[in-house]
């Protein structure tokens, strides 16, 4: 079967890392350079609350327009994104990419089983492509 074909859940990174919304914005950085990924997820503080997400990109932008100090002042949720866009795991590879462009993400947490089976991006796709082509 082609990668577009595919099934979001059959490519995506199972498990996520984590981050709550009231640590340290120097924090997360630091969580995101140790595991050597770009984005956290926050997961909700209240049962009202949506999943959230923090980049790397959503640091760096802090850093273009804020001095240091004022870096280590902010808390995770002074700068997430809330509500973090889901992919559906049964989605074909090819919705998900188009969904994914459409709303300028490179990444999304893949609602799996009743709750976050993983997250889905441009490199899992990137992976299967040149898997495809070993094949």
């Known amino acids: ?6 099934r ?6 199972r498990g996520i890392h984590e981050i709550d919304h009231d640590r340290p914005l120097l924090e997360a950085a630091r969580a995101m350079q140790k595991n050597h990924i770009h984005a956290l997820f926050v997961p909700p ?4 609350d949506s999943l959230g997400l923090i980049t ?3 640091i760096v932008q802090i850093l273009a327009h804020e001095d240091e100090e ?4 902010m808390l995770v949720e002074d700068v997430m994104t809330r509500p973090a866009i889901t992919i559906p795991g049964d989605m074909s590879v090819r919705d ?25 991006t441009y490199s ?3 992976r299967a492509i040149l898997g495809d082509e070993e094949r």
């Open 1 to 6: 079967m082609k990668t577009p074909d595919r």
């Open 8 to 13: 979001v859940v059959d490519l995506m990174t």
């Open 45 to 48: 503080a209240r049962p009202q």
């Open 56 to 58: 790397m990109k959503d």
């Open 70 to 73: 004022a870096l280590a002042d």
């Open 96 to 120: 998900a990419l188009r969904m994914m462009r459409m709303c300028g993400i490179r990444r999304a947490p893949v609602l799996h089983q009743g709750g976050i089976g993983g997250v889905f």
């Open 124 to 126: 899992d796709i990137l």
